[in-house]
Each structure stands twice: as C-alpha cells, then as structure tokens.
C-alpha cells in the first residue's frame, strides 16, 4: 500500500489523516494495517520512531467506527498498555488525533496523581484505555476499572516492560480481560522472556519487523567520545558551543545525575531541564512542552522517561552515561532521526564503562566510530573554569513508579552489565578493557548535525484523562 486511502478506512479516520496532512503509510503500517484490519493478531518488532502508533490505532479505531456500541461502565472496548506516563499520554493523543471525527472516548491512567479525575474518567466507562500497569492493578483492585468488556488488547513497548519489572503486572492484568479478543504485541527488540509472553498472549499472529532486531537508526550519525569520567561536564559545555545542537537529549544513569547535568549546563548558559521519576507529573509536562516549543534546548533525562519523549527535530542525542541494559542505547538515540529524518548520536564513555560499550557494540552487531579526548589540554582548561553545581542530592537510580520488581531486576541488570549498586554505576577504578578507540587526542570530530529550524509544537497537552 502506497496510500492511506488504499486501506479502505472509515472516512472519518481519512479526514482526520488529511487534516494533519499524512498521506503514505510508514513500512510498519503499511504491513500491519491490513492484518490487525482482517482481525489478525500482531508481532511487531519495530524501533521508535517508525509509526507504529499509528500502525495499531488507525486500525483500531476502524473497528470501533464499524461495530459501535456504548462501553460497559467502568469499562473499555480496548485497553494498550504503555511502559510510562509519557508514552501513555501521546498514545492517548495519538487516538484522539485520528479519531477526533468519531466521538471516539479515550482515558490515560497512570500513576503520580490523583485518582478522583481518573475514577470520573472511567465512571461511563470509554472506547480506548491507555494505561501504565502498576496504576491500572490499583484501579482493579479497588474495582473502579472492570475489563471484562475488551475487544481488543495492545502491549507497548513490551521489552521496556521488562526491563521495568512489569513482567508479572502484566500477567495479573491478563487475567482480567476475556481470553476471546484481538491482541497486538509491540516490542523494539525480542528477549527470551518477552518471547515467551508474546508466545503466551498471541494466537497465529502476523508477524513484522520493520529493522533487524537490536540495530540501531541507520540515519543517526553515531560516535563515541573517549573522556574521563571527570571531565565530562566539561566536554558537554563544549559540544553546546557548536551551533548546531539545537534541540538536544542528554541521558544520564540516574535521578540524581540528571539533575546535577541540567544545572551544569544552566551555569553555562544552556537553558535545560531534567525529567526523571522523582518529577511530580507537572513538573514532566512542563518540562517536555518547554522543550517541544524551544524554550530549552537541553531535556536531560533518565530512561524511565525516554520512552515517551516523542518530539520530531531533536538535533543530537547525548548519553552522559552508557546505559547498564545494551538494548536502552537503541531506544536512547532513536529519539533522533525520526520520521525520516537524520539526527547525531553522541556517546562518553569513561574507562570504568568500556565493558557497557562493548556489550552495546555486540548487541547493535557495529563498531561505533570514537574518538580519544582523555588528556585533552584544552578541555582540562574548560574544567577547571567549570563551576560546581550546588545542592545536589546523592544518587539514586531512577526507579520511582516502575514496577513492583523494579529495584531487584535493576540489580541483577547490574550485576550482568557490570553495575555496582542501585545507582546503576561501575567501581571507581575498574580496568580499562578493549583498545584506546579512535583518533590521536589532538585530532577533535566536528559535530554539526542536521541544521534544523527550532520551535517544534506539541501535538496536544498531556496528561488530559479523557474527551468525554
């Protein structure tokens, strides 16, 4: 399919893609539009950024146009459960977009607020559901969502659901939906163990990939940055000289860490802001509006919340820190280059992380160009002139709202990948394995990246629980 009009969709959803100008599926919606049509049910291995929302919604929502009926009270017709708030709030968009010529009812719930505006949400139950797990037990346990009306069930983003824990909430979840309904199954990679829950939860499903499994965006210019751990406050002040990064994610480990990066870069004059679990859910909202209309051009953040950071024109992806989990590197620099476009990825890597790089460059099967700027002179100089941020707290791993088993599979990510302790990080003075990477210190990469225009508006305010 060439057309979003060669589907045969509800005109309603026809008007409503005109409208926001989309035109010609993505490959993932061009392959799973028709199959989740016909009833089938779906495999999707595919990265962010590729569409996929809109792979599952556009036909959904054809469904619900074509069988209307109200929905139980307290109920829904369809559930997708999300890993994050973040993501939960632009999937619930995402169905309000598209259905916004049907009277489509959608309700997001997730956790970090009040349940009274969730429960009033939910009361003459909806069409669409969009929920984060350990929220949504509460809901059921307390019996102010019943699910036994579900036509249909999408699990997002399922391998982060493993890594958050979510495993077993998710199999709790389960047994409260009918057995007889459609399930469509998402995940940016395919671990032993989320293959054994797709195997569990589909029954002769279509199956797509989109990217070979655990590579990385081919159109994001990747390099590594060889740099001591000490100095790499100092070598980001430095990148952000360069014009060109304009709208830029930087990722850190921890909480805490996000934190203290943000306010290094204030003390340079960068405007940023941090996002992380220990956010109240304003403050995320705030921050991630800030970013989408330009009024910062550094969001700092942890991966509990890169998930749903769903923003077009981000310029360059840093990771302060390598990820313990290799695959969280392919989700960290697919916040760039999205929609077809290209985007820069920039990695430190101190020697105490040189294992993470390696299992990073084993799972996404390439070598990463890198480049040596320990003992550089001139960033030894931009250290010392660097000032201190005050009031920052100790460390802790961004674990707030993750999940029952959170904390205990953390650890043992830890222990695999080479982590010390909840804060995710490697002992001081781990040996230096592998070779030194790269160019000669004096020889510096430019990094200038896609010139992109700022000020990139948001499609709709999050955190909105539902349109009735």
Same mark, same amino acid.
């Given at each position: 399919?060439?057309?979003?009009?060669?589907?045969?969709?509800?005109?309603?959803?026809?008007?409503?893609?005109?409208?926001?100008?989309?035109?010609?599926?993505?490959?993932?919606?061009?392959?799973?539009?028709?199959?989740?049509?016909?009833?089938?049910?779906?495999?999707?291995?595919?990265?962010?950024?590729?569409?996929?929302?809109?792979?599952?919604?556009?036909?959904?929502?054809?469904?619900?146009?074509?069988?209307?009926?109200?929905?139980?009270?307290?109920?829904?017709?369809?559930?997708?459960?999300?890993?994050?708030?973040?993501?939960?709030?632009?999937?619930?968009?995402?169905?309000?977009?598209?259905?916004?010529?049907?009277?489509?009812?959608?309700?997001?719930?997730?956790?970090?607020?009040?349940?009274?505006?969730?429960?009033?949400?939910?009361?003459?139950?909806?069409?669409?559901?969009?929920?984060?797990?350990?929220?949504?037990?509460?809901?059921?346990?307390?019996?102010?969502?019943?699910?036994?009306?579900?036509?249909?069930?999408?699990?997002?983003?399922?391998?982060?659901?493993?890594?958050?824990?979510?495993?077993?909430?998710?199999?709790?979840?389960?047994?409260?939906?009918?057995?007889?309904?459609?399930?469509?199954?998402?995940?940016?990679?395919?671990?032993?163990?989320?293959?054994?829950?797709?195997?569990?939860?589909?029954?002769?499903?279509?199956?797509?990939?989109?990217?070979?499994?655990?590579?990385?965006?081919?159109?994001?210019?990747?390099?590594?940055?060889?740099?001591?751990?000490?100095?790499?406050?100092?070598?980001?002040?430095?990148?952000?000289?360069?014009?060109?990064?304009?709208?830029?994610?930087?990722?850190?480990?921890?909480?805490?860490?996000?934190?203290?990066?943000?306010?290094?870069?204030?003390?340079?004059?960068?405007?940023?802001?941090?996002?992380?679990?220990?956010?109240?859910?304003?403050?995320?909202?705030?921050?991630?509006?800030?970013?989408?209309?330009?009024?910062?051009?550094?969001?700092?953040?942890?991966?509990?919340?890169?998930?749903?950071?769903?923003?077009?024109?981000?310029?360059?992806?840093?990771?302060?820190?390598?990820?313990?989990?290799?695959?969280?590197?392919?989700?960290?620099?697919?916040?760039?280059?999205?929609?077809?476009?290209?985007?820069?990825?920039?990695?430190?890597?101190?020697?105490?992380?040189?294992?993470?790089?390696?299992?990073?460059?084993?799972?996404?099967?390439?070598?990463?160009?890198?480049?040596?700027?320990?003992?550089?002179?001139?960033?030894?100089?931009?250290?010392?002139?660097?000032?201190?941020?005050? #009031?920052?707290?100790? =460390?802790? $791993?961004?674990? %707030? !709202?993750? @999940?029952?088993?959170?904390?205990?599979? /953390?650890?043992?990510?830890?222990?695999?990948?080479?982590?010390?302790?909840?804060? #995710?990080?490697?002992? =001081?003075? $781990?040996?230096? %394995? !592998?070779? @030194?990477?790269?160019?000669?210190?004096? /020889?510096?990469?430019?990094?200038?990246?896609?010139?992109?225009?700022?000020?990139?508006?948001?499609?709709?305010?999050?955190?909105?629980?539902?349109?009735?």
């Amino acid at each position: 399919m060439t057309q979003f009009t060669e589907f045969g969709l509800a005109a309603p959803l026809l008007k409503a893609l005109a409208g926001e100008g989309y035109t010609t599926p993505t490959p993932i919606q061009a392959q799973a539009i028709p199959g989740v049509m016909a009833g089938r049910d779906l495999q999707g291995i595919a990265q962010t950024g590729t569409g996929k929302t809109a792979a599952f919604a556009l036909p959904i929502l054809h469904r619900l146009a074509a069988e209307k009926r109200q929905p139980e009270r307290k109920g829904a017709r369809v559930l997708v459960l999300s890993p994050t708030r973040e993501l939960a709030s632009q999937i619930g968009e995402s169905f309000r977009t598209y259905g916004k010529h049907m009277g489509v009812s959608v309700a997001v719930i997730f956790g970090g607020v009040k349940y009274g505006a969730q429960h009033k949400a939910m009361a003459n139950g909806v069409d669409v559901l969009v929920a984060t797990p350990g929220r949504l037990l509460d809901h059921l346990q307390e019996k102010t969502i019943i699910l036994k009306g579900v036509e249909i069930f999408v699990l997002d983003e399922a391998d982060q659901m493993l890594d958050l824990g979510f495993v077993l909430p998710i199999r709790k979840i389960v047994a409260h939906i009918p057995k007889v309904r459609q399930n469509l199954f998402f995940s940016a990679t395919m671990p032993t163990e989320i293959g054994k829950l797709a195997s569990e939860l589909l029954t002769d499903p279509l199956r797509i990939a989109v990217a070979p499994q655990a590579t990385t965006v081919e159109k994001v210019n990747q390099r590594v940055l060889f740099v001591e751990q000490s100095r790499k406050r100092a070598l980001l002040s430095e990148l952000f000289d360069d014009p060109g990064f304009k709208r830029v994610i930087v990722f850190t480990r921890t909480k805490r860490g996000a934190d203290r990066v943000a306010r290094s870069l204030e003390q340079v004059g960068v405007d940023a802001a941090a996002i992380h679990g220990d956010k109240s859910q304003g403050q995320r909202e705030r921050a991630l509006a800030d970013f989408k209309a330009g009024k910062v051009r550094a969001l700092v953040a942890t991966d509990i919340a890169a998930r749903g950071i769903d923003i077009d024109a981000v310029s360059h992806v840093v990771q302060f820190e390598l990820p313990n989990v290799p695959e969280s590197y392919v989700h960290r620099i697919g916040r760039t280059a999205r929609a077809g476009a290209d985007g820069s990825a920039v990695a430190f890597c101190a020697d105490d992380e040189r294992t993470l790089l390696r299992d990073i460059q084993k799972v996404t099967r390439q070598t990463i160009p890198s480049f040596d700027r320990r003992n550089d002179k001139q960033l030894g100089a931009a250290t010392a002139a660097l000032p201190e941020p005050q #009031g920052v707290k100790p =460390e802790r $791993a961004d674990t %707030r !709202g993750a @999940g029952p088993h959170r904390g205990q599979h /953390q650890q043992k990510r830890n222990r695999n990948h080479g982590g010390g302790g909840a804060g #995710g990080h490697r002992h =001081e003075g $781990a040996p230096a %394995r !592998g070779n @030194g990477g790269g160019e000669k210190p004096a /020889q510096r990469p430019a990094f200038k990246g896609p010139q992109r225009g700022g000020g990139a508006q948001s499609s709709g305010r999050t955190g909105v629980w539902s349109n009735r």
